[in-house]
């Protein structure tokens, strides 16, 4: 699947007319706006239902723009770019003065990434050279709901309200982007990804424990990234539920033993990256597939499984434990 050079000068010139552009990137599909436009940037709020506090991260494609979005770039800052971008990991750093409110949610911060997918590259370079080269874009979803990881999942959210989507197949990471805190005392993880805790330890030492109060994070409230059907985690990885005769899905490793029911299974390997890639298309389609419940194999508490152990139990909030 591929985006053609006409496509993307259409989708800047949508930019720049402060329309909003689906755009693949390689944890999730975005929503973006020109990240200058206030206007353009207050589309997404309206059409996500976000509340206004909650802050968008602004994806650039060059780490030397960062001085032009941060009110000041640490040491700590340049050392994470150097190690984990172009990637999937995301900074949170006082911001500068010219960053719109609408951006921050009135934040004194702002996040920032230079993403890793050639697409979003590619328009992010073409933007940059006749306007700001920097978009504003959540995930290209409902609040509260599971991120996009396929350009029909974009559509399935908007319909005819959003005025393209660039398709590039399926996400490569499939979870959201590692968030890390710089404008505290101390760095500090406010989402787990795939870039784990270990690696980001690894370049810039101990990160502070637990959530920084001042800086709310709201993709770490307890319930989001979430279909509409219950969903639990099941401790037994090798056995089903009673099902008592109902539909309901599984979401695990390995083919389990069915003990009954109408199981609808999606089984999504064994390494963390092919789980975590599969994972939000297999949540839309047992939501679609209209099971009555879904379950989801207990996974191993290691570093690797962090960022995924994490978006399940967001998905699970709400909902007790199966066993
Ligand atoms: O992988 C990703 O990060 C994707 C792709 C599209 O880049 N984006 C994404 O954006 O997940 P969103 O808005 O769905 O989640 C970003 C999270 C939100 O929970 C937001 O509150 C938090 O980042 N965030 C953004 N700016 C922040 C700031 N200045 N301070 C604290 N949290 C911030
Ligand atoms: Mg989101």
Redesign the pocket.
């Known amino acids: 699947m591929s985006v053609s050079d006409a496509q993307l000068a259409r989708a800047v010139e949508l930019l720049a007319a402060g329309q909003l552009v689906g755009?693949p990137?390689?944890?999730?599909?975005?929503?973006?706006a020109d990240a200058t436009q206030e206007m353009a940037v207050r589309k997404i709020f309206t059409l996500k239902g976000?509340p206004a506090g909650?802050?968008?991260?602004?994806?650039l494609h060059d780490v030397a723009q960062l001085a032009d979005w941060a009110q000041t770039v640490p040491t700590l800052a340049l050392e994470l770019a150097e190690a984990f971008w172009p990637g999937?990991f995301?900074m949170?750093?006082p911001?500068a003065a010219s960053v719109l409110d609408a951006?921050?949610?009135g934040?004194?911060?702002?996040?920032l990434?230079v993403?890793g997918h050639p697409v979003t590259r590619g328009l992010l370079e073409v933007f940059g050279r006749s306007h700001s080269g920097a978009v504003a874009?959540?995930?290209?979803?409902r609040f509260g709901r599971v991120?996009p990881t396929r350009a029909a999942h974009v559509r399935a959210e908007f319909g005819d309200a959003l005025g393209m989507v660039l398709d590039a197949g399926p996400c490569e990471?499939g979870?959201?982007?590692t968030?890390v805190?710089l404008?505290g005392d101390r760095p500090q993880l406010?989402?787990p990804?795939q870039i784990s805790l270990e690696q980001i330890e690894a370049v810039i030492g101990p990160l502070s424990e637990g959530q920084d109060a001042k800086?709310?994070?709201?993709?770490?409230?307890k319930s989001?990234y979430a279909v509409e059907v219950p969903t639990y985690v099941h401790q037994n990885a090798s056995v089903l539920p009673d099902a008592q005769g109902r539909r309901l899905g599984w979401i695990g490793r390995k083919m389990p033993a069915i003990r009954e029911g109408a199981w609808v299974l999606e089984l999504l390997g064994d390494a963390p990256e092919e789980f975590a890639k599969g994972l939000y298309a297999a949540l839309r389609r047992l939501e679609a597939a209209s099971v009555e419940a879904i379950y989801v194999e207990r996974l191993p508490e290691t570093p690797d499984w962090q960022g995924i152990a994490d978006r399940i139990s967001r998905a699970c909030a709400g909902y007790r434990s199966s066993d």
């Open positions: 755009l990137t390689e944890t999730v599909y975005g929503l973006a976000r909650h802050p968008l991260i602004v994806h999937p995301t949170i750093l911001r951006v921050t949610g934040h004194p911060t702002v996040g990434r993403p874009a959540p995930s290209a979803n991120s990471v979870i959201e982007s968030i805190d404008s406010l989402r990804g800086t709310p994070a709201p993709g770490t409230l989001h």
